[in-house]
Nanobody
Framework: EVQLVQSGGGLVQAGGSLRLSCAAS????????IGWFRQVPGKEREGVSC????????YNADSVKGRFTISRDNAKNTVYLQMNGLRPEDTAVYYC?????????????WGQGTQVTVSS
């Protein structure tokens, strides 16, 4: 069974840090680019960060630049999102997703989502 299993998240005070993990099973994640998205109820899903299959390219949305870092450990089939300097506006459900191409195509696999709540 193909799965992306997320872990991490939770409640943190503003200025704090959290690390999200996205572990792939049932497929070789190093063949895929992995993206992180977030969604707040009533708002559109927002792309946060993305990393290419071999980690030679990354993307961070302007809203998280300088605060969030995406990385991957292909030996562990896992992608990480290190979130520092968290703000209340970062509160959302975060999802990871996988697609074959770095900058085009649909995301084929999605994680189950994990809540991140930042208190002021």
């Amino acid at each position: 069974e193909v799965q992306l299993v997320q872990s991490g998240g939770g409640l943190v005070q503003a200025g704090g840090s959290l690390r999200l993990s996205c572990a792939a099973s049932g497929f070789t994640s190093d063949d895929y680019a992995i993206g992180w998205f977030r969604q707040v109820p009533g708002k559109e899903r927002e792309g946060v960060s993305c990393i290419s299959s071999n980690a030679d390219s990354t993307y961070n949305a302007d809203s998280v630049k300088g605060r969030f870092t995406i990385s991957r450990d292909n030996a562990k089939n896992t992608v990480y999102l290190q979130m520092n300097g968290l703000r209340p506006e970062d509160t959302a459900v975060y999802y990871c997703a996988a697609r074959e191409n770095w900058n085009t195509g649909t995301y084929d696999y999605w994680g189950q989502g994990t809540q991140v709540t930042v208190s002021s």
